[in-house]
């Protein structure tokens, strides 16, 4: 008996030794991959030009980079132009010039920056293009496809203004830009729905410029000019409120579907609980955010790999929004984000 408590005894200090062991070599073992992943991005510096820091999906964007910047050691710096195309220039000449492992980029339009990046790739810097492309294609997208959100956005006027119900088989499209990647784009994908739906009349093509006023003073014109107009659709939800507004004047907010997109931020939820709008194909800033922080991620990671040596794209989720599911995740607040 004594022999068998002693064998016992030693085998149970042996267990505990084993199990110290284990537990300190657990301790001391790195996640597989993250030291490589650290040692990859820390110190890299990543300058952003933006269209405009005033935009809601710009602050979300920021706001997630940053964080991803502070928690693992690269710099993210803003060069804001403040929606001045020249500026812009100004912006992206000086982040060439300062050689940077990755330029972020918002393009104003397909054509402005376009031979920019071309000499951004020709030094050896790799671009990200968010949301907004031009006609030179760099190492990265993200943001939306542009064509198929063009299609979901009359597609929806389609399903109310067509059929023996509808008021009327009157649409309207409130441009953005008309040289934006987004205008071009979205153009597109209207058009195919026009082309299957030949009942539905465009009766007004105007770009509004991303202006709340200015799609106000549209909208009023053609409400007289086609009182029994049926469905506006936009590009932008923080313009087409004007247009909402001057639905509203009107008396005309069962009449009259307003169709846009946006980024999700709450206030385009309150405009659809106000009866401004009623749907908006929301492409949620922050989660769009966190795909390009996964791109920068990985353009940071790979200093081996040529700038512009491969092109790659990626489209976020859409989601369609309204006042059944305006609320939560759909309609997010910067503070959410941060």
Known sequence: MKLFKKCLLAGMTALAFLGAAQVASAQETDQVGRAAYIDGVK????????ISQGMDLNQAWVMVWQRHA??????LEVRDPNGDTNAG???????IAEKPDLIIVQNPDVQTYARLLKQAQAAGIKVLQVNMQSATQTDSYVGNDWIEMGRLEMGELAKHCTGPNAVSHKVVWLAGVQTGAANIYMRTGIDEVLKANPELQLVSDQPADYISE?????TETVLQQHPDLCGIMGIWDNAEVGAGAAVAAAGKQDQVTIVTNGAGAATGCESIKNGL???????????QGEIAAQQISELLQHPDRKAGSEKTIFFGPITRVDKTNA???NCW???DIK
């Open 327 to 329: 609320t939560g995740r």
């Open 333 to 335: 607040k910067p503070e």
């Open 70 to 75: 502070a928690r693992y050691g690269f710099t």
């Open 89 to 95: 220039i100004r912006a992206m000449q000086g982040a």
């Open 43 to 50: 110190g890299k510096k990543v300058i952003f030009v933006p």
């Open 214 to 218: 200015k799609a106000r003073q549209i």
């Open 277 to 287: 709008l009623d749907v908006i194909f929301n492409f949620n800033a922050p989660i």
